[in-house]
Each structure stands twice: as C-alpha cells, then as structure tokens.
C-alpha cells in the first residue's frame, strides 16, 4: 500500500484506490489547499496491492489510437446555446438514453459543489451541459459505473482523459455498452478554492450566488465570457476580468499533478474526445459560428459507430490532428506550471477579501475588454490587413 503514498502530489484525485480497496480502508481528504488525496487506514490494510494496480497513474492503460478529426455543431441551436462550445455531447448521451442506458458527468449541486452524478431521462441532461472549472467529485461513480454495466445496461461516463482513465483501470476490463468521452482539459482548481470564492461572492452582493456559468454565449456568444446569476439578477463578462477565472486561465491554481499530466496527448482515454475548436474562424470561415463549434476527436473502433449515428443531428467538416493541436496545447503537454504557484494558496483559508486582492487581483486590460467584444468577421479582416 504504501506504493500510493509514492504517488505525493502525481496523484491526481481518480478515486480509482478508494473505491477498489476490498477493506474499504482508503478514504480522500482534504489537503491544505482544498484538494483530495488518498489517506490509507493503515491497520486495516492487507497491503493486497489492488490500489496500485488500478491506479491509473501509477500503472497507466496503454492507448495506441490515432484520432480522426472533425468540427462541429450540433443542429439543435437552443442546445447549442446553452453548452460550452458546439453542443456535440448532448446528442451523444441522448444516444445512449434512447437505448435505455444511464449518463454520468459532472454537475453542480445546490450548494454549487461539482459533482458526478447519473443522469437517466433527458429532462435532466441540462445539468450535466457547461464546463466547470475546478476538480469534480467522483465519490462511489465508478463502483455505481460497474453494477450498471454488470446488469446489462449502457453506460456513457464523461469527464477529463485521468477520471476516464481513472474508470477504465478501475473496471480492469473493456465493456461492450459502456462508452467515454473524455475533455481536453487544462487543469483543475481546488474545490475548497471554488467554494470560498462563491460564499465572497454572495456576501459582495449581498445575496447568496444561484449559478456561476463558466461558459456563457448569453452576451457575447462563444469564448471565454461567465455569468452569475443571484437573486433574479445577474451579471456577466470576461473570464479575464473575474479573479478565480482568471487565475484559471493563467494556469495558477491547478492540482499539482495536472501540470505533470500524464494523458495530456493525443493518444486519449476516451472513445471520444471533446474539445473547442478555437481558430475556426480562420481555419474554415464557413464552418465558423457564434454559437460554438466543438473539436472532436474519434479515438476507438465503437467512437466511429457512434460517431456515424449522429449523423442525421449533426453538422461537421474534416478537420487534421495538426489543426487540433495547434489550437488545443493540451492535446500535446501539460499546462505550464508558473512561479506563483508556490504561494498561490497561501492565505486563502483566512481573509478571504484580502487573499482575492494580494493573490488574485486582476489588473484592468482595455485591450483585452475591446478584443472581446469584437466580431469575428471583423478579426479575420483585421488580421488579414495586418498581413499586407
């Protein structure tokens, strides 16, 4: 057992250990930063070694796929609207509704907490749409995953390429029904981190926060713009201009490991792989749209079944790894670690006023503000005539 201590900050919060342990002696805690590692009941353990072999870190399942690429949307704009980039999952978990199965992904809870959970009727897939940008919990997903499978039932688990590898060493064996869709991910924030930064919110506004939508097309339409709701009142604008988004984007709150990511690659966990496809609009014009376009990445023999399915809901374009890549650096490396990172926790269990203003103030940029707000139509002639 004490191979996962070795692990330290590697770890990157699967569960796949806990929930493989026959004595049930592994529990997650809580770091000093807000994040879960795994902590051993050392008198019950019987150092078995089950822990080890499902960890998908420690004992990595080999992928030898070479992706085919696609942009694309979605044809239901509503949807669309309402998801991250081209809307492409929805389609995707109505599939495996249709023939009874049960979808797993990531949601907030009621008190905004993102959670895993499972999703069996299509009422309820709107919780699982949107990006969330801080660590999910997985607690007893995988296990629930399993019994599922075991009765016969199609599974579909979305998450980023560890939690998907995480489930795939924890099943230990390839299952017909169950398909996976991993995120091109660039890092996870502390859910303690997150948690703080809503109850600051709140108290700012004087009003508990409803809603904190990473993505949101509502007043811009697709990039990097939030909105928060409280109170039947919101607000919304650059990720650039709010302080936890911000040091998001500027990679200085990831989990430790995330920065030494061992499926941040091409050769992805996932049946398929979902993504933006940022630089459409200069890769192929006509394909662009204000609603979003998604990167896919069909990985495996059952993604192209899947894939081919769709095709009656589905608009896309033949797209090149190349171009996915350039536009999508975590298909090739992990995000860069910064220098702040050392201390960028500190302080935040404290005053959390004065930690948001000495760690993560965000200078104003006039520049950034007018570029965001720009058409795209208008970049690519500004960019054209930059050009001549």
Same mark, same amino acid.
């Given at each position: ?7 330290g ?13 026959p004595?049930?002696?592994i529990?997650?805690?809580?770091n000093?930063?807000g994040?879960m ?11 078995c ?9 420690l ?12 942009a694309?949307?979605y044809r239901?704009n ?6 991250t @980039? ?9 599939n495996?509704?249709a023939n009874?199965g049960?979808v797993?992904?990531c949601a ?9 959970i499972?999703?069996?009727?299509e009422n309820?897939?709107?919780r699982l749409?949107g990006?969330?940008y801080v660590q ?5 997903i995988?296990?629930r ?5 075991e009765s016969?039932?199609?599974v ?5 390429g560890c939690?998907?590898a995480?489930?795939r060493?924890?099943l230990g064996r390839e299952?017909?029904k169950?398909t ?7 890092g996870?924030p502390?859910?303690r981190?997150?948690?703080?930064y809503?109850?600051y919110?709140g108290?700012k506004?004087?009003?508990?926060v409803? @809603?904190?939508?990473f993505? @949101?097309?509502?007043?811009?339409g697709?990039g990097?713009f ?6 039947k009142?919101?607000?919304g ?9 911000n ?7 990831y ?5 030494s ?13 979902l993504a933006d496809?940022?630089?459409?609009e200069y890769?192929n014009?006509?394909f ?14 059952k ?13 896309s ?8 890549v350039?536009m999508n650096k975590?298909?090739?490396?992990p995000? @860069?670690?910064?220098?702040?990172r050392?201390s960028?926790?500190?302080g935040?269990?404290?005053d959390f006023e ?5 760690k ?7 520049k950034?503000?007018?570029k965001?707000?720009v ?5 690519g ?8």
């Amino acid at each position: 057992m004490n191979n996962i201590s070795i692990l330290g900050k590697d770890c990157c919060g699967c569960t796949a250990c806990e929930q493989i342990c026959p004595k049930n002696c592994i529990s997650f805690k809580e770091n000093n930063e807000g994040f879960m590692y795994p902590v051993v009941e050392q008198a019950v353990c019987v150092n078995c070694g089950a822990c080890t072999k499902h960890c998908p870190v420690l004992n990595p399942l080999p992928t030898e796929n070479v992706p085919t690429v696609y942009a694309a949307k979605y044809r239901d704009n509503q949807t669309t609207a309402k998801s991250t @980039s081209g809307g492409i999952f929805i389609p995707i978990a109505k599939n495996t509704l249709a023939n009874g199965g049960i979808v797993y992904g990531c949601a907030y809870d009621e008190n905004l907490a993102a959670r895993h959970i499972a999703v069996e009727n299509e009422n309820e897939l709107f919780r699982l749409q949107g990006s969330k940008y801080v660590q999910s919990d997985l607690s007893g997903i995988y296990s629930r995953i399993k019994a599922d499978l075991e009765s016969d039932r199609y599974v579909l688990f979305s998450g980023t390429g560890c939690q998907v590898a995480g489930l795939r060493s924890f099943l230990g064996r390839e299952y017909e029904k169950l398909t996976t869709v991993d995120i091109v991910c660039h890092g996870v924030p502390s859910p303690r981190l997150f948690a703080r930064y809503i109850d600051y919110l709140g108290k700012k506004l004087g009003e508990p926060v409803k @809603s904190y939508n990473f993505r @949101s097309k509502k007043r811009h339409g697709w990039g990097l713009f939030y909105e928060l709701e409280w109170d039947k009142k919101s607000k919304g604008g650059s990720g650039f201009d709010d302080p936890y988004y911000n040091a998001f984007l500027n990679c200085k709150t990831y989990r430790e490991g995330c920065y030494s990511c061992r499926f941040a690659n091409c050769n992805r966990q996932g049946d398929i792989t979902l993504a933006d496809f940022w630089g459409i609009e200069y890769i192929n014009p006509k394909f662009y749209s204000k609603n979003g376009v998604s990167l896919v990445l069909v990985n495996t023999e059952k993604g192209k079944k899947l894939w081919i399915s769709l095709d009656n809901c589905i608009d896309s374009a033949d797209s090149t790894l190349e171009q996915a890549v350039k536009m999508n650096k975590n298909l090739s490396a992990p995000s @860069s670690r910064p220098d702040c990172r050392n201390s960028i926790y500190e302080g935040f269990d404290g005053d959390f006023e004065e930690y948001v203003a000495k760690k993560l103030y965000v200078k104003p940029d006039i520049k950034r503000k007018i570029k965001a707000v720009v058409p795209v139509s208008l970049k690519g002639r500004i960019k054209h005539m930059l050009k001549k």
